[in-house]
């Protein structure tokens, strides 16, 4: 594909379900991000994969909140039981080569919301 | 508190003014990016600023890093209504992650 895509686009769920938002980086992008952005603000930075190494976890805001990376490809953000603060754009990023600060490619999100 | 402040938080103006929009921190960087977003889509970088006083044009648009590498601006000549968006300031911090302000909401009116 061209671009990084996401999927759903828009999730609507009811609080205490889980869901699954999908990720698919651009092929040969070793390093995979997941932002979450609330209405109009920046984006709040929660999990980092890089090629094998254990991923940066340290963003995700609660035990609710987990991801993986299969295959050094597609990820997927899973959230528990969840909560209307939960409600946001989840955006998912690669880059080709991070060490070599390479560009943060973004997908174009996913907008949960909770009721 | 933010680690970058962006400033202002809303602007509306009209076709043809300039405006500047600031970013700002107590925090050195080693470099800082700018990237502009459009509803319904992820942000675009538009460019990334390295050394201290640095100066980048793309276009209409001037990018400015300070000298101590803690601050950096942008400025728009002429604006024009594809110029509306979100307009944010990051940095890389550790592990390559990416700390963004909290933005700064163009809009230009025809």
């Known amino acids: 594909g061209a671009g990084v895509s996401q999927s759903p686009s828009n999730k609507v769920t ?4 889980d869901v699954e938002l999908r990720c698919d980086p ?3 992008h070793t390093a995979l991000y997941w932002y979450r952005q609330s209405l109009g603000q920046g984006l709040e930075f929660l999990i980092y994969f890089q090629g ?3 991923p940066d976890k ?3 805001p609660s035990d609710r909140f987990s991801a993986e990376r299969t295959g050094g490809s597609v990820s997927t953000l899973t959230i528990q039981r969840t909560q209307q603060e939960d409600s946001a754009v989840y955006l998912c990023a690669s880059s080709l080569d991070p060490s070599r600060l390479d560009t943060q490619y973004f997908g174009p999100g996913t907008r949960l919301t909770v009721l | 508190t933010q680690l970058l402040e962006q400033s202002p938080q809303f602007l509306s ?3 043809g003014e300039n405006l500047t929009v600031y970013c700002n ?3 050195v960087f080693s470099s800082l990016q700018w990237y502009r977003q459009e509803p319904g889509e992820g942000p675009v970088l538009l460019v990334t600023v390295v050394t201290g006083g640095e100066v980048k ?3 209409r648009l001037t990018f400015q890093f300070g000298d101590a590498r803690k601050d950096s601006s942008l400025h728009i000549t002429a604006a024009q209504p594809g110029d509306t968006g979100l307009y944010l300031c ?3 911090t550790s592990g390559s992650r990416l700390t963004f302000g909290e933005g700064t909401q163009l809009t230009v009116n025809p």
Do not use: H, R, T, W
Request: aromatic fraction near 0%.
């Open chain 2, 57 to 59: 044009k793309l276009k």
């Open chain 1, 26 to 28: 651009i092929s040969g």
């Open chain 1, 52 to 54: 094998n190494s254990a």
């Open chain 2, 13 to 15: 103006i009209q076709e």
């Open chain 1, 58 to 60: 340290s963003g995700l």
């Open chain 2, 25 to 27: 921190s107590s925090s």
């Open chain 2, 90 to 92: 990051a940095a890389e």
């Open chain 1, 14 to 17: 009811e609080k205490g379900k």
